[in-house]
Structures are given as C-alpha cells and as structure tokens.
C-alpha cells in the first residue's frame, strides 16, 4: 500500500512538474556589456561618418574657393586684356603720330635744302662780286642815292635769307625734338605691352589652373557622392541581408526549442502513462528514475547542450581567435575609406591566400553581394554572425556545419578594387569591432 501511495505522489509530482515547468531561455553572458560595447562602436561609426561628411564639406568649400578664384582671375584676365587693347590703340596713335612728323621732318628737311642751295648761290655770287663785275661796276657807276638804296636792298635779301634759314633750323630742331619724345613714347608703350601681355599670359596660366582645380574638384566630389551612395546601398544591402539571416536563424531555433519542447512534453506524459500501467499491474514495483532536472530528458539536454555551449563558447573567445586569413590590416573598424565611405569591419590586405573561419558554426549564406563581391556568412548562435566578403572561390555551401580554422575559402579582391579580405563580426545585426575579437 505503500509503495502504491509512494507511485502515485511521484505521478502527480510529474504531472504537476510538466505543467509547471517554465521555458527554458538561454542568455548570451556578459549580453549586457556586449551591448553597450556595440552602442558605442556604433557611435565611433557615427563620429567617422560625420568626419567623413566633414571632410566632403572641407573639399565643397574648397571647390566654392576655386570658383571664386576663377571669378577674381577672369575679372583681372578682362581688364588685363582691356587695358592690352588701349595700350594697343595708344601704339597706333603714337605711329600714325610718328609718320605725320616723319613725313613733315622731311618736307622741312628739303625746304631746307632748297634754302641752303639758295644760300649756297648767294654766297658764291658775294664771292663773285669780289670781282669787278657788273653790279659791282653799277653800283659804282651809280650816284650816291642809288648806291645805299641798293645795298639796303642787298641788306634786305641776306636777312631775310638768314631769318628763313633761322626758322628752318628751328622747326627742324622742334621736329627732332618731338620725333625723340614720340619714340621715348614708342619705347614706353612697348614697355607697358610686353608687360601686358605677360600679364595676360600670368592670369590666363591662373585662370586655365583654377579651371582645371575647379573641374577635377568637381570630378571628386561627384566620385566622392557617388561611391559613398553605392556604398551606402550596399552595406544597407548587406545590413538587411544579415537582418533576415538573423531572423531566419532566431525562427528557426525557436522552432527546435518548441519542438524539443513539445516532444519532452509528450515523453513525460508517455512517462506518467507507463508509470501508471506500471503500478496497476505491478503494485510491488520500484519508483522509476527520478527524471532530469528541468523536465527534459538526458537525450534532450544534449541536443540544446550544444548550442549553448557555442554559444557562450563564441562570447568567451573574444580577444583569442585569430584572424581568418594572414596578411596586413589595411582598413580599421570606423575609418574613412579612401574609396568612400567607412569601414564596417575590417580590411586585410593580402594576395589570394586561404580564408578560415573563426569559430565554429553554421553558414548561413554564400552568394554574391554587389559592392563586397562572393559573401560567406557564418552563424555562430545566439546572434553572432562573422561575415567574409572578396573571396574569389568558396568550399562551403549554405547549411553546411564548420569547424574552427575550417577553411572556407580563398581570398580575392572587392569590387572597389582592394586585393584581400573584408571581415565583419555581427552581433544581432550590428557590426562590432572585430579587433576586439581577433589578433
């Protein structure tokens, strides 16, 4: 009778175990940290991305500069060139000057010689007249009243000739004199041309550069715009990619616990069932094993067991693991890219080398993904992911288990041309420093 109360107490201890048993949940250690940790590489994101804006805005300004100086340079190139073409027009009035005087230098210069041939004569016939000649003979010949009238003539004529030869020689003079200042003028003008047009010159250099500056300034910031753009639509490719996997992932563990779940759930009641057969037709027969802790057989803690045990493994391995693949770390968590854009993750720069996976776990997607090139991501449970991208050949398949340091791959080259690797650490979507894990 007994043994009959003692079975039946254990029955309803079960019956009452299974109903009460609360769902089992395990939670990532240190779940706490791990999320501040990622909130605040999330902000150095954020503070990169704003220097990377920063930086945009420094090179818009400089290129509002630019537009400036070619404003100023063309403005100065105008009035370089208008003050060409006056000192132009100047030369050409000095010249048309300088033809005028030249011309009327050399009327003077035969009226002169006109004159001096006229002289000439005169002072030859005075030296003739020293002779007896025939005014020589009148003038003596003549009275008294005749003679001085005719000398006053004679006195008349050479003053006259003298004031006519005064006044050639000084419109000559006057004439040298303003053919010198003219081309003193010449010269002058000459001087401002060539400096005008090395001016010109000068300004047309700078403006052609400040052009040139301008233009490939706006080259660079269109460049500039347009990567940042597709690398923004890729990484929020990327991000929604990851988003999904970790909600396929989490649906799908949550399908296993609820049939893991369910199936315990049946084995107890079959438990109870049997136990209850058992003492109706065998009174004397002993109590059964006292079942697992938790209501689950030992079948099914070996089967979570494992996750678990990822799991919390992956958490404790931060600072241990090595990197996937050798080689020099080219590109760091947070910097500006000089292709546009930051780093997510990591970039290692190597030639094509094997790609190893960090941890073990799951791969969760292999395709290719524009802007990374062939993608491998791998689940390691409880919302870690790690994420290979440039690989120019894989050896995984999706669905596939991996082991630690399986390889997975070989590395290649990104589609913004960098030869190596782009590695990530995701966790619950959100990429975290991977410095912090590997070394």
């Not at 052609?208 to 080259?219: C, G, W, Y």
């Amino acid at each position: 009778m007994r043994t009959k109360f003692t079975v039946m107490a254990l029955a309803m201890c079960l019956v009452g175990g299974v109903q009460a048993a609360p769902e089992i949940q395990f939670a990532a250690p240190n779940e706490t940290a791990s999320e501040q940790k990622t909130d605040t590489q999330l902000k150095d994101v954020k503070q990169e991305l704003f220097a990377a804006q920063k930086s945009l805005n420094a090179k818009k300004a400089q290129h509002q500069r630019a537009k400036q100086v070619i404003s100023q340079t063309q403005i100065a190139l105008q009035q370089a060139k208008a003050e060409l073409a006056q000192l132009h027009q100047q030369q050409k009035i000095s010249w048309q000057k300088l033809q005028k005087l030249q011309q009327e230098l050399s009327r003077l210069q035969t009226e002169v010689a006109g004159t001096k041939a006229q002289v000439a004569r005169l002072l030859v016939n005075n030296y003739k007249n020293q002779q007896p000649s025939a005014i020589v003979l009148f003038l003596q010949n003549a009275n008294a009243a005749d003679k001085s009238r005719y000398l006053q003539y004679s006195k008349y004529i050479n003053a006259a000739n003298d004031k006519i030869l005064q006044q050639l020689a000084e419109q000559q003079a006057q004439l040298q004199n303003q053919e010198q200042q003219i081309q003193a003028e010449l010269q002058k003008l000459q001087k401002l041309m060539a400096a005008a047009k090395a001016k010109v010159l000068s300004l047309g250099k700078s403006h052609q550069l400040a052009v040139s500056d301008s233009l490939k300034l706006t080259a660079e910031i269109d460049k500039q715009n347009n990567q940042i753009a597709h690398l923004r639509e890729d990484e929020r490719r990327l991000n929604a990619i990851l988003v999904q996997i970790a909600q396929q992932r989490a649906a799908k563990r949550k399908a296993e616990a609820a049939a893991r779940a369910k199936a315990a759930k049946e084995r107890a009641l079959a438990a109870q069932q049997a136990a209850k057969s058992q003492t109706k037709n065998n009174p004397s027969a002993p109590a059964p094993a006292r079942p697992p802790k938790g209501n689950l057989t030992a079948e099914d803690l070996a089967i979570s067991g494992g996750e678990v045990q990822n799991a919390r493994g992956f958490s404790r391995l931060q600072g241990t693991l090595r990197k996937p693949v050798s080689g020099s770390i080219a590109g760091r968590f947070g910097q500006a890219r000089e292709s546009g854009g930051t780093w997510r993750g990591i970039f290692i720069a190597t030639t094509p080398a094997s790609v190893q996976s960090i941890a073990a776990g799951e791969v969760a997607y292999v395709a290719n993904l524009r802007g990374y090139g062939t993608t491998v991501v791998i689940d390691h449970g409880d919302g870690y992911m790690s994420v290979y991208s440039g690989l120019s050949g894989v050896s995984v398949g999706s669905g596939s288990q991996v082991a630690a340091r399986q390889s997975i791959g070989t590395s290649g080259t990104l589609s913004a041309g960098e030869q190596g690797l782009y590695f990530e650490i995701r966790y619950r979507s959100r990429a975290i420093n991977p410095l912090s894990w590997v070394r």
